[in-house]
């Protein structure tokens, strides 16, 4: 690869190889109309306007509750931040994951960004316990624990 390459050429060149790799046997790409079965076209965002899935619904309560816990627990154990290993990521993923499987298609993005916003603002409420306690602290400084119990049941019941 030539050095000199810009990031949009090396992106270009990257798309163009991964074309040339996922080709057929016979050279050409798949099918005109062909579906992926291992892709939800529900969760497509291409030419879509952010306002159809950008938005929040009423999602199972226990989903989010759990989304809740494990918040709560980036924050217990690793003082705000997330162990970084694929199990830990992808144990949220899969909650989410497993969770819009079980709805109408059309429901799956919004509920999807819903328990994201679930999480945002999880992390955004303890942060600010934090900072009311100690306003130098920052993700990953060690901070007493026991002082999230203070408003631990004060959250947005917008999602249910």
């Not at 679930?118 to 007493?144: C, M, N, Q, R």
């Amino acid at each position: 690869m030539n050095v000199s390459m810009t990031a949009s050429a090396m992106a270009k060149q990257y798309v163009r190889n991964w074309n040339a790799k996922m080709a057929n046997a016979n050279g050409t790409g798949p099918s005109s109309g062909h579906v992926n079965p291992y892709e939800d076209p529900w969760m497509d965002i291409t030419n879509r306007s952010p306002s159809e899935w950008q938005r929040i619904i009423p999602v199972d309560e226990d989903v989010a509750n759990q989304v809740r816990s494990m918040v709560k627990e980036d924050f217990v154990k690793r003082y705000g931040m997330t162990d970084g290993s694929p199990e830990h990521v992808n144990d949220r993923a899969d909650l989410i994951y497993n969770y819009t499987k079980t709805l109408p298609g059309e429901q799956r993005l919004a509920a999807t960004w819903t328990l994201h916003q679930v999480v945002k603002e999880e992390a955004a409420k303890y942060k600010s316990i934090i900072l009311k306690h100690d306003p130098t602290w920052t993700y990953g400084k060690p901070f007493d624990t026991s002082i999230l119990d203070e408003d631990s049941d004060d959250h947005l019941d917008t999602y249910a």
